[in-house]
């Protein structure tokens, strides 16, 4: 079978990883063309996949137009996928000024698929304004934020959805509800959790050199919407916490948010490859996400494959992947008494840390394979072949969920 895989920007954030890698699999059974906008026009192979970059308008040229339609963009885009004459498409990130909302509009020529990994389809935004906003449920009449415009954004896109002849995916029941409030929720949804590459991501020794008895390391990953990734609530919460376990540290991997860089107890690791994050959660002792809005988190499912114990908050689809009490702590959004307390019980019980470690392990062995994420997609395409050997699927899923009923 011929695939394209089209991602919008490459790379960006956790949606990105999943588009690539997915692609990655994919190509060792089937012909695939990963289709990214970059800061170029290129092609060329990578090992099975082929990698085609579309050049993106400078950010001075990209008006609010470009967020739904780039006629410059899509025709590119169209004439890539007529020299490559794909069985079907599959649409990951078209959000953040990339390939443009028109561009879902190709799928009229060919099968597609999208795959949605934010509520970006159903807001004006990826990460809603306040972050617990749910207008889109009211079809954003009554909003705040943008008020006016989001209106004008939402009809815009539901023409769009109408028009599209697309099946969806969604990577967690949670965003599969919010899409009844679409006409997105009236095509075909398929649920299908994400996967990460488990051989990458898997437990090590502690750090080479550390003393057993030395000072815990609290692990954040910072995120393009650093704002309602929750350092503002973490931060208080390590503040406490370091009065209380002299020596503490918070180790902040990505761009660091304002105002903590240079602070006791505080490293600064920075944009780190992909490659060299699984050393950063081995080397960890608690995964914290504190995050306001999310739906299933790479990074939350990487430190649980490298037997990392977690604290996160209970939004979006971040109860579908942990379990609480076995794996890590869930906290209400925004409350830093409750985020406090979870991360000062784990770090008072290294055998705790070490158990939920372990189960975190064992959970994503079972669920969070990228061969069992690539199994399911290739039977919504058709593709007459068995599971792939060796992994298993979350149990009692259906295979689709229609029209927002099971």
């Known amino acids: 079978m011929k695939i394209a895989v089209l991602c919008g920007r490459y790379p960006y954030s956790g949606a990105g990883v999943i588009a690539r890698e997915s692609a990655e699999e994919l190509a060792r059974r089937h012909e695939v063309s990963f289709i990214h906008g970059g800061e170029s026009d ?33 025709r590119k885009l169209r004439q890539t996928l007529r020299s490559l004459n794909p069985d079907l498409i599959h649409f990951h990130i078209i959000q953040r000024r990339s390939f443009s909302l028109a561009s879902l509009l ?10 949605i990994h934010d509520q970006w389809p159903l807001c004006v935004r990826s990460v809603p304004e306040p972050p617990s906003c749910e207008g889109m449920k009211r079809f954003c009449l009554f909003c705040t934020a943008w008020p006016g415009f989001s ?45 990460i590459d ?3 991501f898997q437990p090590g020794e502690r750090e080479s050199g550390r003393p057993a008895a030395s000072p815990p390391t609290i692990l954040y990953v910072a995120g393009p919407n650093n704002p309602t990734k929750g350092i503002a609530d973490l931060w208080p919460a390590f503040l ?27 490293e600064i690791a920075g944009r780190i490859p992909r490659e060299a994050m699984p050393d950063e959660y081995r080397r960890g002792d608690l995964f914290v996400l504190p995050t306001l809005s999310d739906n299933t988190p790479v990074t939350l499912m990487e430190a649980m494959a490298c037997g990392l114990p977690a604290v996160a908050t209970a939004v979006g689809g971040i109860p579908e992947l942990m379990l609480p009490g076995v794996t890590g702590r869930l906290v209400p959004p925004g409350d830093i008494p409750a985020l406090t307390a979870a991360m000062e019980g784990l770090l008072a019980d ?13 959970v994503a062995e079972t669920r969070f394979t990228r061969q069992r994420m690539v199994s399911e997609l290739e039977d919504i395409y058709g593709v007459a072949r068995g ?13 689709a969920v229609c029209g927002g009923q099971q």
């Not at 020596?247 to 602070?263: K, N, Q, S, Y």
Request: hydrophobic share 40%; proline share 6%.
């Open 42 to 74: 290129s092609d060329h192979q990578e090992g099975a996949l082929r990698v085609i970059s579309l050049m993106l308008p400078e950010a001075e040229e990209r008006g609010v137009s470009h967020l739904y339609w780039s006629p410059a963009i899509v």
């Open 106 to 115: 190709l799928s009229r020529r060919r099968r597609a698929f999208w795959t």
């Open 151 to 195: 209106i004008v954004n939402k009809v815009i896109k539901e023409t769009v959805f109408a028009a599209s002849k697309l099946e969806v995916v969604v990577p967690s029941r949670w965003l599969g509800d919010l899409l009844r409030y679409s006409f997105l929720g009236r095509k075909r949804v398929h649920l299908i959790y994400n996967g």
């Open 198 to 200: 488990l051989d990458l």
């Open 240 to 266: 406490r916490l370091r009065d209380r376990y002299p020596g503490l540290r918070l180790r902040v991997v990505g761009d660091p948010p304002d105002g903590i860089a240079g602070e006791e107890g505080v």
């Open 350 to 362: 290294p055998d705790a840390r070490r158990r939920m470690g372990t189960a975190g392990r064992k």
């Open 387 to 399: 599971r792939t050997q060796g992994t298993a699927t979350l149990p009692s899923l259906p295979a």
